[in-house]
């Protein structure tokens, strides 16, 4: 079966550094997404990754290993507008978009 | 920019009645998806349309159908709504099939007793 594993629940200090990981076992790979979702609002693209690396954008990066079904989502530098789940999500053979349960951050002060 | 609306934003729906999930888009994207969230869960995708006139099955199809009349409207509708299917309901469309970069509604959180 096609599985994406994530942390439910990860906390940090607001200012701070934080990796969010994501393992993935799929049929097929066609890219990996990450999509932020505030509580009680809809989910919107942060990014995407394809190629092995890393993908920098702001304060926020992506790496992909596609050899190891591995991915971490970067935060730095913390703000409390932060504080969100973040789901991981692959694209399989069929291209169709598989989810992680997504991980709730929580940032404090 | 409207983008993708949704309609109703939360229902109470009685067992057994039916419900349409309205979604409309302006962004002229040829593929659109219905997805409901359970709490533990990752999205799930109920119906899917690669571009108006087509319709597929998604991971959790039974007990909900759609149409795509044109490329800007998909409803979802349930015929006899059971209490499973309480859940949120987004709406989401890509310019393409296999793009993976989705535009979501704001959600429909549905309640069924």
């Known amino acids: 079966g096609q599985n994406i594993d994530q942390p439910t629940e990860m906390t940090a200090t607001e200012g701070a550094i934080v990796q969010i990981n994501c393992t993935y076992q799929t049929s097929g790979f066609n890219g990996l997404f990450w999509y932020q979702q505030h509580a009680g609002e809809a989910p919107t693209f942060l990014s995407y990754?394809?190629l092995d690396g890393l993908e920098e954008k702001g304060r926020f990066s992506s790496f992909l290993s596609r050899s190891k079904g591995y991915s971490y989502l970067l935060l730095k530098e913390l703000q409390m507008k932060d504080s969100a789940s973040y789901l991981c999500a692959v694209m399989d053979s069929n291209y169709q978009l598989i989810w992680g349960a997504g991980t709730k951050l929580i940032i404090k002060p | 920019t409207a983008g993708i609306t949704q309609a109703p934003t939360s229902q109470i729906l009685a067992a057994g009645r039916s419900m349409t999930l309205r979604c409309t888009q302006d962004?002229?994207?040829?593929?659109m998806y219905w997805y409901r969230q359970d709490l533990g869960l990752g999205l799930r995708l109920i119906h899917y349309s690669n571009t108006a006139g087509t319709t597929g099955k998604g991971e959790v199809p039974d007990g909900y159908s759609v149409s795509r009349a044109n490329t800007d409207d998909f409803p979802l509708t349930l015929a006899s709504a059971v209490p499973s299917q309480t859940s949120v309901y987004f709406c989401a469309s890509s310019g393409g099939a296999n793009t993976g970069e989705l535009f979501f509604g704001e959600g429909s959180r549905l309640t069924v007793l």
């Open positions: 990754n394809v």
């Open positions: 962004m002229r994207h040829n593929a």
